[in-house]
């Protein structure tokens, strides 16, 4: 299975070479965006920060990690349904950049409104399990605009994508099983990293 992904992104790195390079630019733009807030949006920014961080459950509640996986499942699930129409390219990079802003942004924010103990969150909670959900956003997105233009150049030539269609579809499951299981696993780091930092 390894050796067919690696020759899978082999085969397509301008794709994926380009996704990324859109994530990395939502990350700088979003850190960017911190330094952009007015002093008022930065404390209500702050107090919600505050809040949402005293209304973190204590111990691992199904609901909260229920929610985290409907989250990341959905995102996932459209940017599936993204790839099975031919103008979705651009919106799948659109979600790519947001997602990269929002990292950005988040990381930006919680270290200069927390400090090291911010730092130490973040490292946590959203570092670590980012070492897998980035590549996974980045691969369900990459099969999404491949099929995309499949169906564009297939369109074209009147050709038939049911095997195509199959692969990808049974790609995207997979990937986006292990979406959810990461997203899962940040709800237990982010209980996790309030604990140990008492924030």
Not at 166 to 172: D, G, K, Q, S
Not at 178 to 191: E, I, P, W
Request: proline content about 3%; glycine content about 14%; charged content about 10%.
């Amino acid at each position: 299975m390894w050796k067919k992904l690696g020759e899978h992104i082999r085969n397509y790195w301008v794709i994926y070479l380009t996704l990324s390079g859109v994530y990395l630019a939502g990350a700088v733009f979003g850190a960017l965006g911190v330094k952009a807030l007015g002093g008022t949006e930065a404390s209500q920014l702050g107090n919600f920060l505050d809040t949402l961080l005293k209304n973190q459950p204590v111990d691992l509640n199904p609901i909260f990690l229920g929610q985290l996986a409907r989250d990341v499942f959905i995102v996932m699930t459209g940017i599936w349904i993204l790839g099975l129409t031919i103008i979705g390219a651009p919106l799948i990079y659109l979600i790519v950049f947001t997602r990269g802003f929002i990292l950005g942004f988040t990381i930006s924010f919680i270290i200069g409104f927390k400090g090291m103990l911010g730092l130490g969150l973040i490292v946590i909670t959203v570092l670590l399990p980012a070492l897998l959900g980035i590549p996974l956003l980045l691969l369900g997105a990459g099969l999404a605009t491949i099929f995309s233009f499949l169906l564009l150049r297939g369109k074209a030539r009147g050709e038939s994508l049911r095997r195509e269609f199959l692969y990808y579809t049974v790609a995207a499951a997979f990937v986006c099983l292990g979406a959810v299981f990461v997203g899962v696993t940040q709800g237990y780091l982010s209980v996790l990293g309030v604990r140990v930092f008492g924030l």
